[in-house]
């Protein structure tokens, strides 16, 4: 079933997304809390990718036949100037790879 689908479906039976602020999060769990309270919750990431949410990220939720589950964390401001295409991944310490529109490769600043 389509996300859109499960989750316009959810929300006509009264159950909604939530998003809620990251207290905790390890071994592919988070401990979040939002207006209906702290839980944990199990990530999500797309197949070959995986993370663990830094602390006071803002955590997107989503029901699921399963249990609720954490679908990523809200993206900030686009602080990188990246175009639309372009991919970021950057780490808490400081860490950057940057896959650009054209081709290039920037790594902490270095482009390859």
């Known amino acids: 079933m389509r996300l859109s689908k499960n989750i316009s479906e959810m929300g006509s039976k009264g159950v ?6 990251v207290h905790y999060s390890a071994d592919r769990r988070i401990a979040a809390s939002a207006a209906d309270g702290r839980s944990q ?4 990431a797309p197949s070959g990718m995986y993370y663990i949410p830094s602390k006071n990220e803002d ?5 699921t036949d399963s249990g ?5 964390v809200r993206i900030p401001y686009n602080t990188y100037n990246l175009e639309p295409g372009e991919l970021l991944l950057r780490s808490e310490g400081g860490a950057m790879i940057v ?14």
């Open 68 to 72: 609720r589950m954490c679908i990523g």
């Open 16 to 21: 909604s997304c939530t998003s809620g602020r």
């Open 41 to 44: 919750f199990a990530l999500i």
């Open 59 to 63: 955590a997107v939720v989503i029901p």
């Open 99 to 112: 896959l650009k529109n054209d081709g290039k490769v920037i790594i902490n600043g270095e482009e390859y």
